[in-house]
Every structure is written in structure tokens, then in C-alpha cells.
């Protein structure tokens, strides 16, 4: 019986990496993999999913206003869908995977955030924690050891930002993965400067 998942975690996890390795596994079996990311996650390029330490694969890009549902069956039968960037899907398209799930019989694996760097949540990370059957939190460190939860969005300077459009695309140049204690520290201190 196929499942929607939904392995979340914060900045530098492996999240992208996890999704390219589980698509190699598929493959490598013989089945066939429909990779789809977003089309507002354009780090990378367009088209393109790449982890921090180098894998990369072609995508098909969904822009919000897809019917995935649509996508699809353009696309042809394929043994799994694998989504990365998933946050960044629409409720209204989280639906239309969880669809594909039950009336395909289709595994879909869902790679993303969360929380965005004021910990609310994306949109489509929300929906994700309503519909999926399997959560797997993808862990990741800060820098004093505990668990990091937070994406913290810094600036040119180093410093953590609090105010900002939900969306704002970067790597470790704008984002550092810390504990909440130590994203909240890092604000009162700045807030005391």
C-alpha cells in the first residue's frame, strides 16, 4: 500500500541529498522516478536538484498554478514521485499528491521545510503534517551541539534577521541551522547592541 512522506528537517540536513540517494535506489531496482521540484526553488536552476555535496539531478519544475494531478498523467506512469523543496508546494497541490497516493497507488516522498526563519509554518510543509502518513524529522546540529530546529536567516553582516518575505532563497550564505535557544539568544543579543 503507497504512502505519502514527508521527511522534513532544517537547513543543511541532507534533505535534497536523501531524495537524489533514495531516486538512485529506485532506479537502480528498475523503477522509474518522477522528480519534481517547485518552480520558485531556482538556487540551483530551474530544473535542477542539487545537494550541498554535489549530487544533482534534472526535475520537472511545478509552478503553483499546476494541477500535479494533470502534470502527471502527461508525464506517464511512473513507479514513485520524489519531491524536493516541498514547502514550497501549494496546500491545494499537497492535496493533489496525497490524491495520487490513494487512487494511483503511488508512493510519494516528500523533501523539505518546515518551518521558515520566524519558525511559522510554509504552507505546503503544514498540509504535509496534516495529510502525510510517515513525518521523519531529518536531523541536523547547531553549533553548540544541541539539535538544530531553526533555519536562522542572517544578512550581509552576519546577523539574524527577523523581519523579511517568507521566501527568500540562499544557502549557507543566508541561512544557518541552529537550536532554538540559540537562535533566541542570538536575537536578544543583537536586540541589546
Same mark, same amino acid.
Given at each position: 500500500m503507497a504512502k505519502l512522506y514527508f521527511k522534513y528537517g532544517a537547513m543543511g540536513s541532507s534533505k535534497s541529498a536523501q531524495a537524489l540517494i533514495t531516486k538512485f535506489n529506485y532506479e537502480e531496482l528498475g523503477m522509474t522516478v518522477w522528480l519534481i521540484k517547485p518552480s520558485v526553488d531556482t538556487r540551483?536552476? !530551474?530544473?535542477?536538484?542539487?545537494?550541498?555535496?554535489?549530487?544533482?539531478?534534472?526535475?520537472?519544475?511545478? @509552478?503553483p498554478e499546476a494541477d500535479i494531478i494533470e502534470e502527471?498523467?502527461?508525464?506517464?506512469?511512473?513507479?514513485?514521485?520524489? !519531491?524536493?523543496?516541498?514547502?514550497?508546494?501549494?496546500?491545494?497541490?499537497?492535496?493533489?499528491?496525497?490524491e495520487l497516493v490513494d487512487d494511483e497507488d503511488l508512493p510519494v516522498l516528500c523533501f523539505g521545510l518546515r518551518t521558515d526563519f520566524l519558525t511559522h509554518f510554509f504552507p505546503g510543509a503544514q498540509r504535509l503534517m496534516e495529510l502525510?502518513?510517515?513525518?521523519?524529522?531529518?536531523?541536523?546540529?547547531?553549533a553548540c551541539g544541541r539539535k538544530a530546529?531553526?533555519?536562522?536567516?542572517?544578512d550581509e553582516n552576519?546577523?539574524? @534577521? @527577523?523581519?523579511?518575505?517568507?521566501?527568500?532563497?540562499?544557502?549557507?550564505?543566508?541561512?544557518? !541551522?541552529m537550536c532554538h535557544k540559540c537562535w533566541k539568544d542570538r536575537i536578544r543579543k543583537q536586540q541589546q547592541e
Open positions: 540551483d536552476g !530551474a530544473d535542477v536538484v542539487k545537494s550541498r555535496i554535489g549530487l544533482s539531478a534534472t526535475a520537472q519544475i511545478i @509552478t502527471y498523467h502527461k508525464v506517464g506512469r511512473h513507479d514513485v514521485i520524489i !519531491a524536493d523543496e516541498a514547502q514550497f508546494f501549494t496546500p491545494a497541490q499537497i492535496d493533489q499528491l496525497r502525510a502518513d510517515s513525518l521523519t524529522e531529518i536531523k541536523t546540529v547547531c530546529t531553526v533555519n536562522a536567516r542572517i552576519g546577523r539574524v @534577521t @527577523t523581519q523579511g518575505d517568507q521566501v527568500l532563497l540562499g544557502g549557507n550564505d543566508r541561512y544557518i !541551522a
